[in-house]
């Protein structure tokens, strides 16, 4: 169990391109969340899937944002035509199925957008 | 919607004393899960203890508790003997258990501050 892993840690882009981060859960854990946290704020709930199925997403996530889980393995999270708006860190959960699961997180990819 | 307030933006404890963090939250529903999280300066959130909303009883983790009022909706983390690495953002989070919506709400966090 090498814990949730997200790649890259830092990621610094011109505005209007895109940028794709990647997340690998824990591999038994089913469910995976993305989050977004600016300075000074607690996580916001972006999407979150359960094996390859996308269950919720934020009403708050514009259609630039997408997020797959292809295989229910790993996931990736495309921001497309970047804005200043978006910089911030992106955080990755998994958890298992079941009542008694705790999130467990990455250490996040720091995204800015100059 | 469920919602989570942490009405302390900082808090500051003397090493060896006891804190107390304070969290509410609203929701109609009656079973849920709650939970506090740590996260240092490093980043990494990790859980700290974890509230299920049918116990009565409160959680204890070690230097950890909480005291967990449900009618009032409150639901506080108490840390005991306080150390140095205590320092950090903590989280309050509740978990709802309705079938399809398994997202965690988090509060906006109080930044503790441990006093040598």
């Known amino acids: 169990d090498t814990g949730v892993s997200q790649d890259p840690r830092h990621k610094i882009t011109k505005r209007g391109q895109n940028v794709t981060f990647r997340c690998d859960p824990i591999s038994e854990h089913n469910r995976l969340y993305w989050y977004r946290q600016t300075l000074g704020q607690g996580p916001e709930f972006l999407t979150y899937f359960q094996n390859e199925a996308q269950l919720e997403k934020s009403r708050l996530l514009s259609d630039r944002f997408s997020a797959e889980r292809p295989k229910g393995s790993f996931s990736t999270l495309e921001i497309q035509r970047t804005e200043q708006g978006d910089s911030a860190m992106y955080l990755c959960?998994?958890?298992?199925?079941?009542?008694?699961?705790?999130?467990?997180f990455g250490q996040g990819t720091r995204l800015t957008v100059v | 919607a469920q919602t989570v307030t942490q009405s302390q933006p900082e808090m500051s404890v003397q090493e060896a004393e006891t804190v107390t963090l304070s969290c509410t939250y609203d929701t109609s529903e009656s079973d849920y899960y709650l939970f506090w999280y740590k996260q240092p300066p490093s980043r990494q959130m990790i859980l700290v203890i974890r509230?299920?909303?049918?116990?009565?009883q409160n959680a204890t983790e070690n230097r950890f508790s909480v005291n967990f009022q449900k009618a009032a909706k409150s639901f506080s983390l108490k840390i005991s003997d306080s150390q140095l690495g205590d320092a950090a953002m903590y989280f309050c989070a509740y978990r709802s258990t309705t079938s399809g919506t398994y997202k965690y709400i988090f509060g906006t966090g109080t930044r503790l501050k441990v006093l040598a």
């Open positions: 509230q299920e909303a049918y116990k009565q």
């Open positions: 959960a998994s958890s298992r199925t079941g009542g008694h699961t705790e999130a467990f």
